[in-house]
C-alpha cells in the first residue's frame, strides 16, 4: 500500500510571506504522479500543482513551486507571497501508474494573517 | 475547462428517506469518482467508473448505490442511511482512470438525522 505523511497539521503565515509544507511518501513504484490539492473553506478541491515522478524539473504554477526529491521520495510545497485566499487544507497526494487510487496524506491546514 | 458540477449543495434527511446526488462533468472524462470526505480529513475513495462500467467499489456499504448513466454524469442512490454517514460527498473525473488528474466538484454536504 501506498503512503503519504504529512507533518506539521497547523501554520500560519504573515501575507506576503513564504510558507513550505512537506510530504513524504512510501512506494516501490518508479512512474507515478504527485499532487498537491487545496481545499479552502469553501469546500471545493483544488489542483493547485503536478508532478511527474519521471520529470527531474520540479513543476511551478504561479506563487506555487515544488521541490521533488525522487530518492527521498519527498515531495514539498512552497507558497510565495501568500494571500488570504491561501487559506485552506492544502492535501498531498500520490498516485502510481496503473492505479486509479489517489492516496492521500492527512493534510496541513495554512493560515494566512493580515 | 475544469467544471465538475454537483447537485444539490446541502442535503438533510432522515434514516428512512430516499435521496440522490448528481455529478455532471462536460470535460469528455471516461472515469468519475465518489469520495466520502469527514470533517478535517481526507477523502475517502468509495467507487470508482471507468467507461461507464463500475472498476472500484470500496466496501462500501449498500445503502449507497451508485449509477453511470452515461459517460458525462454520475449519480449516488442514498437509502436507509445512519448519522454516521453525514459528510462531505465529493465527485471527481479524470480523462481516463489511471495516472491521471483528477478534478473535484463542490461537493454535497450531507446531515442525516
Known amino acids: 500500500a501506498q503512503t503519504v505523511t504529512q507533518s506539521q497539521p497547523e501554520m500560519s503565515v504573515q501575507e506576503a510571506e513564504t510558507v513550505t509544507l512537506s510530504c513524504t511518501y512510501d512506494?516501490?513504484?518508479?512512474?507515478?504522479?504527485l499532487f498537491w490539492y487545496k481545499q479552502p473553506p469553501s469546500r471545493q478541491m483544488i489542483l493547485v500543482i503536478r508532478?511527474?515522478?519521471?520529470?527531474?524539473q520540479n513543476a511551478t504554477e504561479n506563487r506555487f513551486s515544488v521541490n521533488f526529491q525522487k530518492a527521498a521520495k519527498s515531495f514539498s510545497l512552497k507558497i510565495s507571497d501568500s494571500q488570504l485566499g491561501d487559506t485552506a487544507m492544502y492535501f498531498c497526494?500520490?498516485?502510481?501508474?496503473?492505479?486509479?487510487?489517489?492516496?492521500f496524506g492527512k493534510g496541513n491546514q495554512v493560515v494566512v494573517i493580515p | 475547462d475544469t467544471e465538475v458540477t454537483q447537485t444539490p449543495k446541502h442535503l438533510v434527511m432522515g434514516m428512512t428517506n430516499k435521496k440522490s446526488l448528481k455529478c455532471e462533468q462536460h470535460?469528455?472524462?471516461?472515469?468519475m469518482y465518489w469520495y466520502k470526505q469527514k470533517a478535517k480529513k481526507p477523502p475517502e475513495l468509495m467507487f470508482v467508473?471507468?467507461?461507464?462500467?463500475?472498476?472500484i467499489n470500496e466496501s462500501v456499504p449498500s445503502r449507497f448505490s451508485p449509477e453511470c448513466p452515461n459517460s458525462s454524469l454520475l449519480n449516488l442512490h442514498l437509502h436507509a442511511l445512519q448519522p454516521e454517514d453525514s459528510a462531505l460527498y465529493l465527485c471527481?473525473?479524470?480523462?481516463?482512470?489511471?495516472?491521471?488528474?483528477?478534478?473535484f466538484g463542490p461537493g454535497t454536504r450531507l446531515l442525516v438525522l
Open positions: 467508473y471507468s467507461y461507464e462500467k463500475l472498476s
Open positions: 470535460m469528455g472524462h471516461r472515469a
Open positions: 512506494t516501490s513504484e518508479s512512474n507515478y504522479y
Open positions: 471527481a473525473s479524470s480523462q481516463e482512470s489511471q495516472l491521471e488528474t483528477q478534478y
Open positions: 497526494a500520490f498516485v502510481p501508474y496503473g492505479n486509479n487510487r489517489l492516496a
Open positions: 508532478q511527474e515522478a519521471y520529470k527531474q
